[in-house]
Every structure is written in C-alpha cells, then in structure tokens.
C-alpha cells in the first residue's frame, strides 16, 4: 500500500518532470517501486529517455528494465507498435528469456489472440509449471473472454499449489458471488479468515455471504461474524451495523412461535440501532429520518 508521504512524493515528481523540470528517471524509478498504474505518463517520460541514445546508455542495465515497463505500460495504452519494438529489442538481447516470453504472451493478450496467448503460457508452464505470473495471466485471460468458469477452473489449479495465496482465494471468492455460487464463496472466505483472522474485510464478505444463503443457522452464524466485523474495527464499520439488524430482523422472522434461537438478540441489536443512529446525526443529520423509517420497517428499535 502507497503511504501519504510517497504518494506526495510521487506526485510532486510527477508535475515536476511534465513541466519539464527534469527528473523523469526517478520518477519511472517510483512508479515502479511503489508499483502503481500511471501507464500513460510511463509510456510519455519513459520513451523520452529511449529515445535519447545519451540518456539511455547511462542508465546502464537497468535500459533493459526500463524497457520492459514502457512495454508494458503501452499494452496498457493500446500502443501495441511501441510495445512489439520494445518486445524485439528484448527478445534480441535475451533470446532465450523466459521473462520475454511472458512479455510475448502479453503483448497476443493485447491484441486479443487469445488462442495464440494461450498456447505460449501453456508453453511456458510447461518449462516451470510453478510460474505464479503465468497461472494468474491465464486467469486473466480467461476472465477477458468473458469465461469465468474457465476462470474458476485454473484459479483452483492454481489454488492446489499455492494454497497460501489470499489474493487468489479472494477473486475466486468474488467470481464465486457474481455467479451467485453462495456456499462455493462461503468456503473461499472461510479459507482466508482460517489464513488473515484479523482481517475485517473477510469477516464482512463472509457474514453478507451467510445472509444471502439465510437460513436460521447461516443467518445466526453472519451476525457472529458482523459482530466480529465491528470487533475489528473498532465499531466503525457502518454496513456491519446494518447486518446485525438485518440478521435481528430475519432471526426473528424463523424464531416466531418457536423457543428463542437469538439470545443475545436484543441488546446486540440495540446497540447497533444506537451506534446508527449516533453515526447518522454525526455525518448524516438529513437522512436519520430514512434511517428510523428503515428501523421501522426491520421491526428493530434502538
């Protein structure tokens, strides 16, 4: 994650290099340090200095690094002819790089042959079937067609081998609930809370997967987890808040004309009411009206 002080710095070098103040190489430097998406001025500054045989000598090795990212950032910008040259000049200077070859492969992705694509990152996995840029480009290659059971089916191949990988878990998590495939998501984020238990984030998507599965045990078990939301956070987390009424509301819909499932039921949800309502007058005075309406409509009362 960029912090405030380097997104400054970022910027400032930014402005200081487009109003030619010099600087474009530390700038290129930053923005790939902090890996941080500014294709369009990577691909302006960078050629400036590939473009000057001066500048582009002094920089020593690192030309060859420097032309890997404007390769990279003028697929971004649809500039495929920068890109092809920036490809050849590489593939010239290292014909037998495998780093190339994803760079090749990259470049049929851009101009959308997908079958092309596919056959050299299969060639490539062949020589390291344990290349995670490849296995996630696959991913992305399939998600680009518009394939994502193609999508799921090589994120749990990759899953298989690289079981730590939250990231991975995440996205297929997210396909998993576009397709409305509820209990397949459930598992992925109860993978990543086993894996980053402290992570709020997870908790929520869990807890919102569990309300939409419903169910009075799916729904008893999402209030645990929107309480263990607001745990983590500090009692800042407004759609948490809103779950645990949700779940109070749906609870006691199943528990009527049977023993209380709930226990804890009423004071948990008069908590969250109260916090709501202390959070609307804070930041949002105009609309606690639609708030107490919503409370009303829930059958829920601070």
Not at 33 to 39: E, G, I, N, P, Q
Request: aromatic share 8%.
């Amino acid at each position: 994650m960029v912090t405030k002080s380097e997104e400054t710095e970022l910027n400032r070098l930014e402005s200081q290099v487009d109003n030619g103040g010099g600087g474009a190489w530390e700038y290129l430097c930053l923005v790939r340090k902090l890996k941080v998406r500014r294709s369009d001025k990577v691909l302006k500054h960078g050629l400036s200095i590939l473009n000057d045989s001066k500048k582009r000598s002094s920089l020593g090795s690192e030309e060859w690094t420097l032309y890997e990212e404007v390769a990279i950032a003028a697929m971004d910008c649809q500039s495929l002819e920068v890109a092809k040259d920036c490809v050849n000049v590489l593939r010239k200077k290292f014909p037998e790089s495998k780093r190339v070859g994803r760079l090749e492969a990259l470049l049929l992705e851009a101009k959308g042959s997908w079958g092309e694509a596919e056959k050299a990152y299969s060639s490539l996995l062949e020589d390291n079937p344990f290349d995670q840029v490849v296995h996630k480009r696959r991913v992305a290659l399939a998600k680009a067609q518009g394939n994502l059971s193609g999508a799921i089916e090589w994120l749990n191949k990759y899953l298989e081998t690289f079981m730590a990988d939250h990231d991975a878990w995440r996205e297929l998590a997210e396909i998993y609930v576009s397709l409305q495939m509820y209990k397949q998501a459930a598992f992925c984020y109860e993978e990543l809370i086993l894996s980053q238990p402290t992570v709020p984030l997870f908790h929520l998507a869990y807890a919102d997967v569990l309300y939409t599965l419903g169910g009075i045990e799916n729904l008893l078990t999402a209030k645990k987890y929107y309480s263990s939301t607001i745990d983590l956070t500090g009692g800042k987390n407004t759609r948490a808040l809103f779950g645990i009424c949700l779940c109070t509301s749906a609870i006691a819909q199943f528990s009527k004309g049977r023993n209380k499932e709930d226990k804890d039921c009423p004071d948990l949800q008069s908590l969250a009411t109260a916090a709501l309502e202390k959070e609307y007058k804070q930041r949002a005075s105009g609309k606690l009206t639609v708030l107490t309406s919503a409370f009303k409509s829930l059958k829920v009362s601070s």
